[in-house]
């Protein structure tokens, strides 16, 4: 079955430490998306992608950063800069820009700062 | 970055009630979508809606895209167990190649 992975579902991390998230999706979708959920808040979007070898930034992306290196693979980097890091973090893809009204998302990934 | 504002922001109701709740923005929009979340998982695409004045349903859901196209509104019929989680809207302008999502509604059903 098509769909997208996120790895790992826990994740804990000392304060000044980076850590990367993964997404992998096997759906064919060029465009990729990272979201940020905090507790009572909507989704809020870090970086998107909507082709290989590039992507923009999206609301929040300062202390992220990701690259786009397969047309699969759309990892996140939570770096030592990012204030409040603890957060469920969401990977989406959608079938390019113009089909970016539907998004197909991944079972989140959960970090917690120590 | 422009959130949409939903209401209510928290629902409480017994099994077998109707649910409504909306979402409104400052912008026009030219799509509007509804999507569930399941505790600790990603959203699922419940509605999609493309024209103004569109009234879609899918099973027990049913969701209108506002005349004014600044607002969009999910009805849920007969709640079940099942119906918990949180709802979110979003929604699209022109040729935005990014959605904006809603800030949610968190529904709990009771037996």
């Known amino acids: 079955d098509g769909g997208i992975t996120q790895s790992p579902k826990y994740l804990f991390r000392k304060e000044g430490q980076n850590v990367t998230l993964s997404c992998e999706q096997n759906?064919?979708?060029?465009?990729m998306y990272w979201y940020r959920q905090d507790p009572g808040q909507g989704l809020r979007l870090i970086y998107y992608?909507?082709?290989?070898?590039?992507?923009q930034k999206g609301d929040i992306a300062e202390g992220y950063s990701v690259s786009r290196e397969k047309k699969e693979s759309f990892p996140l980097t939570v770096t030592s800069a990012q204030k409040n890091p603890t957060a469920f973090y969401l990977c989406?893809?959608?079938?390019?820009?113009?089909?970016?009204?539907?998004?197909?998302f991944g079972a989140g990934s959960r970090l917690t700062v120590l | 970055g422009q959130q949409l504002n939903q209401s209510p922001q928290s629902m409480f109701i017994q099994e077998g009630e109707d649910v409504s709740m909306n979402c409104t923005s400052s912008?026009?929009?030219?799509?509007w979508l509804w999507y569930k979340q399941d505790p600790g998982e990603g959203p699922v695409l419940l509605i999609a809606?493309?024209?103004?004045?569109e009234l879609t349903s899918n099973g027990r859901l049913t969701a209108q895209f506002g005349i004014t196209r600044k607002d969009s509104f999910l009805n849920i019929s007969a709640s079940i167990p099942s119906d918990v989680g949180i709802y979110f809207c979003a929604g699209r302008s022109g040729t935005a190649s990014k959605l904006t999502f809603g800030t949610g509604t968190r529904l709990q059903v009771t037996l």
């Open positions: 759906l064919n979708h060029d465009a």
């Open positions: 992608s909507q082709i290989v070898n590039d992507f």
């Open positions: 809606l493309y024209k103004a004045g």
């Open positions: 989406a893809s959608s079938q390019g820009a113009a089909g970016a009204n539907v998004l197909t």
């Open positions: 912008s026009i929009f030219n799509t």
